[in-house]
């Protein structure tokens, strides 16, 4: 049998759908007359299971899981990285630091860009998204611990 | 009558105050870049300019907000026209013959024409919302629960017919969108349900990181910047009026994508993606010379951007006086009212007047000002189309952290938009349009209470939905549909959504 797209997406609802019945346990179904708060994400798991399964049944119709193009695979891992790492530092590095860094890694890691032009790019875009944040907002923006 | 246009004229009087229309203006500013850059659509581009609106009062938040969705359905032709790249999905249709009109040297004609149809479409429109909304409002408020499980069913069902992916895609969308709606504090219990001890998720998790992260993240994820590429054709000014012959092609198709477009618009789905189709797809089928399609006719400019637009007007009815969301879209501008201490629906038009007829009004004034804007500037836009994506999207990425941060000032906001983001790039991978999501997160809520209220009042029968009249006919509605569905698979026709599929996935 050929693994197709809708074996693994169906496959991968199947599951969410059990996870959600797991984790509904300790939740009380209630009665028809007075229903629980496990009630109605219970009948949605069960639909997300049942949808997932035809989706499975009908998978025939989806492409074959091997021609999913993924070339845009390591764009996306890249960025997810360095977004991940920058969220991770955000509260406590502050905005300044945190975003030029994350904007430099993009231009420079990412994008091959010239250092000096990532650099200069990166600076004068973050300090004008503060200006407009803090002065013209007046919107608070994580600060950096180095500021007093 | 007579109340409505007085009510209006009050309405004026908010919207021409200063500040209004400054926030207006900057609004349809900000909206036709959004419409004009590739990558960034009106729901992205809401989303991550809401928490910027969190300084002001609800009245210019919405009209800002507002401006910024309309705005894009008029910037979106810009790129479909000039670089044959679609600014957003209801463009899509416009790169066909607007992008043949642009090689053929009718650039700013086209332009000219996408304008004052989306113009007239949205002045239609409008006219249409001002004299609709009030009254359906009136009669939203004799609603019960049994009404409304009612109508949030067949905002669901009609969501998944009209949906260019199969039924059962989406509505798996929209269960996965239930499902992230019912984390948090159960509002008639209060248990907790899946907040894993985490204090931030105990109210829910909110529609700006998920829509951001979704669209705004997701789509970045996905888009690499070297499969960014297009040579821009610049239009030249004393090009841009259309001729006596273009306008006399361009008139009827404006007509007829208006109308279409708004009666679509008052439809849940994505309306205004399925408008800009279905007109096209009409304009080719009454005119004398379907042969011009696809090589540049006028029709198959003006009829689609006028239905675009007609039907973004349209969706602001059932959102403005049932409180119900007709797609992702209305539901964040009925978050952004949400968190500005507004309730959408019937009592928005009795109890927040200012606010109502302020916006209604407002669009009016958009539509004036976006004319003015787009086509003078269209320069100034085509400059914004040069401006390489690997320097464009750090920056985006960089709105997306701060504007889902600013939101809560919560990390975990930021933790889940990332979250979300992965999830929108695998569902782009396996052909899921994440629109319904966004739509069942939103629903969640108004949905369980009112289910639950509805068995709650008849000790448990099921027969609430099909003894009251509304809800029995709505009931209807959702079994036909249904039917036609099945009929559908079953026959393996295919239809209008078929080619639309292909057109979004650029086979067209």
Known sequence: ?148 | MEATLLSLAHGFSVALQPDNLWYAFLGCLVGTLVGVLPGIGPLSGISILLPVTFGLNATQAVIMLAGIYYGSQYGGSTTSILMRIPGEAASVITCIDGNAMARRGRAGAALCIAAVGSFVAGTFGLLMLTVIAPPLATIALRFGPPEYTALLVLGLIFLAYMSSTSLVRTLLMACLGLVFGMIGIDNMTGHFRYSFDLAELGDGIGIVPVAVGLFGLGEILATPSKHVTGEVISPKFREMLPTRQEWREAIWPIGRGSLLGFLIGIIPGSAHIISSFLSYALEKRISKHPEKFGKGAVAGVAGPESANNGASTGAFVPMLSLGIPTGPITAVLIGALMIHGVPAGPQLVSDHRDLFWGFVASMYVGNVMLLALNLPMVGLFVSVLRIPYAYLYPLIIMFCIVGVYEVNHSIVDVWIMLIMGLIGYALRKFSFDPAPLVLGLVIAPIFEQSLRQSLIMSNGNYFIFFDRPIALGLMLVCAILLGLSALSFVLKRKDWRDRLAKVEAGEG
């Open chain 1, 1 to 148: 049998m050929t693994l197709r797209a809708d074996h693994v997406a169906g496959g991968a609802f199947v599951v969410f759908g059990i996870l959600i019945i797991a984790l509904s346990g300790d939740l009380p179904a209630g009665q028809l007359s007075m229903p629980g708060s496990g009630f109605l994400p219970k009948i949605v798991a069960v639909l997300t299971i049942i949808l997932g399964l035809a989706l499975i049944v009908r998978a025939s119709e989806s492409p074959t899981f091997a021609t999913i193009a993924w070339s845009d695979g390591a764009h996306a891992a890249l960025v997810t990285v360095i977004a991940v790492v920058a969220t991770a530092l955000y509260t406590k590095l502050g905005f300044l630091i945190t975003m030029a860094s994350m904007m430099i890694a993009l231009l420079i890691v990412v994008e091959r860009r010239k250092p000096l032009h990532a650099l200069a790019y990166s600076a004068a875009v973050v300090l004008a998204t503060y200006a407009v944040f803090v002065y013209v907002l007046k919107t608070p923006l994580p600060s950096s611990p180095f500021t007093y």
